[in-house]
């Protein structure tokens, strides 16, 4: 990946900010795209200090001004986006009620940031892609997409499956462009970020116990497939989406 720019959004923490510390490891610029500006500092100053390359921009991917402005600053500054990982979303702050107490608001918001964001992003950097010939997107999806549901989650579930909808249409409508587009449907994933008392306790006792592998998935164990799927070698994978979660599901 030496070279690449990566823009990685909402990589102020959790899974995003290991997928930005990571591709700078392997020589790629990491673009921190993360409505929190002190977080999005904080992750690019840590790349930085370990050597790496890393660029803080503040942005709200559910506003289109906010991800244009933060595609052309990535663009003034490295003439190239190489690589897209669309990893902002709503979860912890959502609430956890049944399908009839779901408010219009919420509802909304949620598909906003988690579905349109990943569609303002796309939208601004394909142009860009599309002259370089090559180009790598990678959509996270979850993998609650193939299990049965949690009870009370409805919006959430809604935009992860929608990701994959996105993934196999722009696979097939950018593949000719050099560009492939890809989703990953992580499990249920521990990260330096607090989760509820619930969260926790559901994967100890329910999560773990139902995986082949059955031990707490940690971000280290999505990296992996991030950095693959954003790589050379990954040029005729396209369209797919690839489940890390321990094997408590298949596809």
Request: glycine content about 8%.
């Amino acid at each position: 990946m030496e070279g690449r720019v990566c823009i990685i959004t909402g990589s102020g923490q959790g899974l995003g900010r290991a997928f930005a510390k990571s591709f700078a490891a392997l020589g790629a610029v990491s673009i921190i795209a993360e409505i929190n500006a002190d977080n999005a500092k904080r992750v690019a100053d840590e790349i930085i200090e370990s050597s790496g390359k890393a660029l803080a921009i503040e942005t709200d991917v559910a506003n289109s001004d906010s991800v244009q402005a933060m595609v052309e600053r990535t663009l003034a500054e490295f003439g190239r986006i190489d690589v897209l990982v669309n990893n902002a979303a709503l979860l912890q702050s959502i609430s956890r009620v049944p399908v009839d107490e779901i408010s219009n608001e919420e509802w909304d918001n949620v598909l906003q940031v988690n579905v349109t964001g990943a569609f303002y992003c796309v939208r601004a950097v394909v142009g860009t892609m599309r002259k370089a010939g090559w180009g790598r997107i990678i959509n996270m999806s979850s993998d609650t997409v193939l299990l049965p549901p949690p009870l009370t989650y409805a919006h959430y579930i809604t935009t992860k499956a929608a990701l994959v909808g996105l993934t196999r249409e722009l696979a097939r409508e950018l593949g000719p462009d050099g560009i492939t587009v890809n989703a990953i449907m992580p499990g249920s994933t521990e990260t330096e970020v607090e989760q509820s008392e619930i969260v926790r306790n559901n994967r100890a006792k329910i999560v773990v116990p139902r995986q082949s592998i059955p031990r707490v998935e940690v971000a280290e164990d999505v990296v992996g497939a991030a950095v693959f799927l954003a790589s050379e070698e990954a040029g005729f994978i396209t369209g797919q989406s690839l489940p890390v979660n321990g094997g408590i599901a298949f596809v």
